[in-house]
């Protein structure tokens, strides 16, 4: 049962593990709003050892404004960028 | 510590356009993974190659090419998993460049 | 290492025959040790010569032209091309083409988006449909820049937009891949499908540049 529905505002937690990680650095702290629910996939960072990586969660797309995701974009106020993200690694936005 | 990986937004040069053919030893790895990958065998998952290829760590991850980062991956994998052994790799390895080097003697 | 090399462009790629590994240097150590696992893993009987052969074709086999003929159908046939956009890995199926582990999404350059993909991470890239990804696509300077500057990376591939047409990134981080389905160029209207496939090229469905009618 996913958390997040199409449209829902969430922010991308700021954390900093080691480990096989599949959430950009560049991406963590920002806010963005689900641009679709993927799916349920298994857990990249369990399956990176051998272990099965379930139970499966939810991976949605979330889109984000580039001049919110860096500081000093320089390029067109329209852009914007979609990043795969698994539902641990996001929390309801403001 | 950010992974050596992880390279979205880091400062970089231009775009090197050039593109080289792909040459019959990175073919061979590229098949070697998709067999020990397959339902048959699941030796080896595209998550554990992508983790043993970040485990290499900077210096390896900048210095050598792709295809040299995914044997080093693989191989390290095989190991962990005791398909093959570190001994048996050491040997192989050794009577290949002797072969190899008997090529260039010979000619 | 392959001793020819030509120009050609690999707008549509074609496979090339396989190369015996007689190489004019040695054996670098990464080389040696792909070929040691090679032979230990057929002297222990997990992977078979002939197996392997037949991987290094495959391999060797898939070119953009899997993608080409997606991005032509959905030209010429709108309801492919609402299917397509709907559920890409059931649409490219219709195609005989496969996706065993991995979802596609097909983003849809429009008057007002366009779009570019990339894997920062690694690599990802949606091989079935296109073959293997071209060097530049896994190498440093793209995956740090497109996303935090793409317009200026577009522009080094020769592609340029006003400001007020989204550039839209998209970063294959997890399950899905992605394949551009770029406009349809202009001069095109009295060409068959089979025709537009030749239009379509590689460089244009990862989005780096558009479809161009020679």
């Known amino acids: 049962m996913a958390r997040y529905a199409k449209g829902d505002r969430v922010l991308v937690r700021r954390a900093f593990p080691p480990g096989h990680i599949r959430t950009p650095w560049y991406i963590r702290g920002k806010s963005g709003v689900i641009e679709r629910i993927c799916g349920e996939f298994g857990n990249p960072e369990e399956l990176a050892y051998g272990r099965d990586g379930t139970p499966k969660q939810s991976l949605y797309r979330v889109r984000f404004r580039q001049n919110e995701v860096w500081d000093d974009y320089a390029e067109s106020p329209s852009d914007t960028i979609d990043v795969e993200i698994f539902e641990h690694w996001l929390e309801p936005g403001a | ?107 | 290492m392959s001793e020819h090399t030509h120009d050609h462009g690999h707008d549509h790629g074609h496979p090339h025959p396989n190369q015996p590994d007689i190489d004019s240097e040695p054996m670098g150590y990464y080389q040696v040790m792909g070929s040691a696992l090679g032979e230990l893993l057929i002297e222990k009987g997990v992977i078979t010569a002939d197996e392997l052969r037949a991987a290094i074709e495959t391999v060797d086999s898939r070119t953009p032209e899997g993608g080409a003929k997606v991005v032509a159908k959905a030209w010429t046939d709108p309801y492919y091309k609402s299917r397509l956009l709907e559920n890409g890995t059931a649409a490219v199926d219709e195609l005989g083409i496969d996706m065993p582990a991995t979802h596609l999404v097909v983003v849809e350059n429009t008057e007002t988006v366009h779009n570019v993909i990339v894997c920062t991470l690694c690599s990802c890239y949606p091989r079935m449909l296109l073959g293997l990804p071209p060097d530049w696509y896994k190498a440093h300077a793209y995956r740090s820049r497109v996303v935090r500057e793409p317009r200026a990376v577009l522009k080094e591939f020769g592609t340029e937009f006003p400001d007020d047409v989204e550039i839209r990134v998209h970063d294959s981080t997890a399950d899905m891949r992605y394949l551009v389905l770029p406009r349809r160029p202009e001069g095109t209207e009295g060409m068959s499908e089979e025709e537009l496939v030749g239009v379509v090229s590689r460089d244009s469905m990862i989005g780096v540049t558009l479809p161009k009618v020679s």
């Open chain 2, 1 to 107: 510590m950010r992974g050596a990986h992880d390279l979205g937004g880091l400062p970089a040069g231009t775009v090197d356009m050039a593109e080289h053919e792909h040459g019959f030893w990175e073919k061979r790895i590229d098949g070697i993974r998709l067999l020990l990958a397959d339902k048959e065998r699941q030796l080896i998952t595209v998550d554990e190659m992508r983790r043993g290829i970040e485990a290499l760590g900077k210096e390896a991850y900048d210095k050598l090419n792709y295809y040299e980062r995914w044997t080093a991956s693989v191989t390290g994998v095989m190991l962990e998993k005791g398909v093959i052994t570190a001994d048996e790799l050491g040997r192989k390895m050794a009577e290949i460049e002797e072969r190899d080097k008997a090529r260039f003697e010979d000619g």
